[in-house]
């Protein structure tokens, strides 16, 4: 586990119209909902396994996510144990 890497997903709000790849795997001191970055439309990958980010895949509706190609949640997140896009 990374220790080190602390804090909101929601910080990463200032990079909203830039940010293309998030990999938080195994930062399990990060914390958030994933849905906090649904209106990213450059994001391409988000991985957040074993972080303490929560959420409800169920939340989704067709316009999140919009470049969205993977996508890694932790199990605490809603229908998130291994779900991936295809």
């Not at 303490?52 to 939340?59: F, I, Q, R, S, Y």
């Not at 919009?66 to 809603?78: E, G, I, N, T």
Request: glycine letters at 6%.
């Amino acid at each position: 586990n990374n220790y080190i890497m602390t804090g909101n997903i929601d910080s990463l709000r200032v990079l909203k119209d830039t940010l293309e790849l998030v990999n938080f795997h195994r930062c399990s001191l990060v914390q958030g909902n994933f849905m906090d970055l649904a209106d990213f439309p450059r994001l391409k990958v988000l991985c957040l396994k074993n972080t303490a980010v929560t959420g409800n895949l169920l939340d989704i509706d067709e316009h999140h996510f919009p470049q969205l190609q993977s996508l890694s949640l932790p199990d605490q997140v809603c229908g998130g144990d291994g779900y991936k896009f295809q």
